[in-house]
């Protein structure tokens, strides 16, 4: 299904660019500017198995969008600033923000020397678990799991079953299946105990991940001094915020924010929800986030920013800069606002 539809997105992008549509309906659909979405930045890998590979861009497509930016005169600003243009109505000029979840080391590393090229701010929403290496990054566990196995033994559905993993078109699928079941899981926690257990027969140490890839206090705390970077709050432990308590997920939320205020020694006024999707961010989150004081949120829904959004600061949509597309065409055709309304059936604003 994901193979299937990432097919059809590439050929709607692929459609929008060769025809120009995109340019006619961009004074309808590009809004007044758009937050971008990012994870790792990082060279690309030669493996024939790269099941996260969407989460990933290079550092070459980095600065290929910053130039694209700044040829068509869109401001690339951060997200205090679209925040104030948004509340105080100044749209002469779109402009772009760019924020990069999770925490990892590369953003550092890759990242931030692109946008200093280019003097573009950057927002970087830390997972407090994470930066305590304490964290489970449950989906590069299963990667590992899936990469070195040629067969996965698990319950599914209540019945024990063997999944193939032998060949690359065996592992994608296995990968997909696999994936869908774990986020179907009650919580967070479920999906992390289940997938130490495959790790564990594996011989994948699934607890060490979030140290190996992401940014420790002491970086994070180093990396916040630039002052191109904000960082922003994800949460104790990324988890599905629509899958816990109230009482939980405000836990999560505002311990977060105050472990990395902490460290950092500054307000921490954005965050970001994990997922992010409809399964996972909703109008109670929305509130959450609202009463607790932060100035923005932003979530994964697919959208451009228009001046209604100055009502919904903490439903922000984003669009994901995709490893899987990864061109000058199809990044025209996203920044234009084309494809998301169509997805979105032309509704600007979607908070519910």
Known sequence: MKKLRGTVIRL??????????????????????FILMLHHVRPASISSFQPNRHLEITPDFLETTLKNLRARDIDIVSLDEARRRLTEHQFGRRFATFTFDDGYRDNRDYALPVMRRFDAPMTVYAASDFAAGTGRLWWVALERIVAHSEAITMPLDGVEMQVEAATPAQKQMAFARLHDH??????????????????????????????ELCLSWDELKAFADDPLVTIGAHTISHCNLAHETVDQARHEIATSRERIAAVLERPVKHFAYP?????????????ATTTLGFDTAVT????????????????LPRISLNGNFQTGRALSVLTSGAATALWNGFRRVDVR
């Open 275 to 287: 997922y992010g999707d409809k399964a996972a961010a909703g109008r109670r989150e929305f509130d």
């Open 300 to 315: 994964t829904r697919p959208g451009m920013l228009f001046p209604s959004h100055a009502d919904h600061l903490t439903a």
């Open 12 to 33: 709607g992008l692929e459609t929008m660019a060769a025809t120009g549509a995109y340019r006619l309906l961009q004074p309808l659909t590009g809004g007044v500017g």
């Open 182 to 211: 774990f986020r179907r899981l009650p919580t967070d926690l479920d999906i992390n105990d289940a997938v130490g257990v495959l790790a564990r027969r594996c011989g994948i140490d699934d607890t060490s991940i979030s140290g």
